[in-house]
Antibody
Framework: EEHLVESGGGLVQPGGSLRLSCAAS????????MSWVRQAPGRGLEWVAN????????KFVDSVKGRFTISRDNARNSLYLQMNSLRVEDTAVYYC???????WGQGTTVTVSS | QAVVTQEPSLTVSPGGTVTLTCGSS?????????PYWFQQKPGQAPRTLIY???NRHSWTPARFSGSLLGGKAALTLSGAQPEDEAEYYC????????FGGGTKLTVL
């Protein structure tokens, strides 16, 4: 069964950093584009970033460019989101998403607050 | 970046049929944008109902179908059930990916 499990969320102060991880299983991770999607409290889904199967191309939503980086380790079947210079408006549940076919994780909560 | 539009809310009677649509500010939605449809219930992660315009997952009830309609992507629910009450999001696979704002579907 195809499965994604996120981890690494938590409470962080504005300006701080956090690294999210997503562990994949049940499919050939190295073959797929992968994305991070977030959902602020009471709001809709927002695509954040994605990365090519070989890791050589990444795209970001404008609001996180220069602050977030996306990476992957195909040997470990893992996806990462490094979040720096965090802002209150980055508070959200962050989901890992396999682009093709739309396989979702259960999400990890990031709270940015002083 | 495209703006993707959905109806903010719709209501359907139990057993009835309703169509949700997904439009793009950049022009007609085509199969090249591989429209996806997701269902999200309160407190749960989204789940994918339809991918690549019209493909169902094994868990997608047959009463849900995807298509292109009048330059938009469409999700049609035929024979609505109470458990279909949820938020529905579309996503277009442009670069970058873009979600619609969601449609709150009430079954009443």
């Amino acid at each position: 069964e195809e499965h994604l499990v996120e981890s690494g969320g938590g409470l962080v102060q504005p300006g701080g950093s956090l690294r999210l991880s997503c562990a994949a299983s049940g499919f050939t991770f190295s073959s797929y584009w992968m994305s991070w999607v977030r959902q602020a409290p009471g709001r809709g889904l927002e695509w954040v970033a994605n990365i090519k199967p070989d890791g050589r191309d990444q795209k970001f939503v404008d609001s996180v460019k220069g602050r977030f980086t996306i990476s992957r380790d195909n040997a470990r079947n893992s996806l990462y989101l490094q979040m720096n210079s965090l802002r209150v408006e980055d508070t959200a549940v962050y989901y890992c998403l396999r682009d093709y076919g739309g396989v979702w994780g259960q999400g990890t909560t990031v709270t940015v607050s002083s | 970046q495209a703006v993707v539009t959905q109806e903010p809310s719709l209501t359907v009677s139990p057993g009835g049929t309703v169509t949700l649509t997904c439009g793009s500010s950049t022009g007609p939605v085509t199969n090249d944008l591989w429209p996806y449809w997701f269902q999200q219930k309160p407190g749960q992660a989204p789940r994918t109902l339809i991918y690549d315009t019209s493909n169902r997952h094994s868990w997608t009830p047959a009463r849900f179908s995807g298509s292109l309609l009048g330059g938009k992507a469409a999700l049609t629910l035929s024979g609505a059930q109470p458990e279909d009450e949820a938020e529905y999001y579309c996503m277009l696979f442009g670069s970058p990916r873009v979600f619609g704002g969601g449609t709150k579907l009430t079954v009443l």
